[in-house]
């Protein structure tokens, strides 16, 4: 597992992946992610220079939530992590905040 991001900014030291877990359940996620691999992505090293051959087969989970700076770009092929976060992420993605800001943005 790759964490390159998971926290209050791009560049700042990492934390653990729960605390992204406890923030999925408390605020909403940034629909501006949805056009852009909706989070949660496969790792194609052949066609996507940005990996290497080593991310082969893995799942990448990147953005931002909407509310709060906190933000993660995760790459793994850890079956468990990518069942929990893909699961977090959906669910946050079914809230009303969630929604009020998806059609928001939409009116754009």
Request: charged share 25%; net charge negative.
């Amino acid at each position: 597992m790759d964490i390159l991001s998971n926290g209050t900014d791009w560049n700042e030291p990492c934390v653990p992946i729960t605390t992204l877990i406890k923030k999925l359940n408390e605020k909403p996620l940034d629909p501006i992610y949805e056009s852009m691999g909706n989070f949660i992505v496969k790792v194609n090293p052949v066609t996507d220079t940005q990996h290497d051959i080593r991310h082969k087969g893995c799942t990448q989970f990147f953005g931002h939530f909407a509310t709060i700076p906190f933000v993660f770009n995760i790459i793994t092929d850890e079956k468990v992590v990518i069942e929990e976060l893909t699961k977090a992420i959906r669910i946050n993605q079914q809230r009303l905040d969630y929604e009020a800001l998806k059609n928001h943005t939409s009116m754009y």
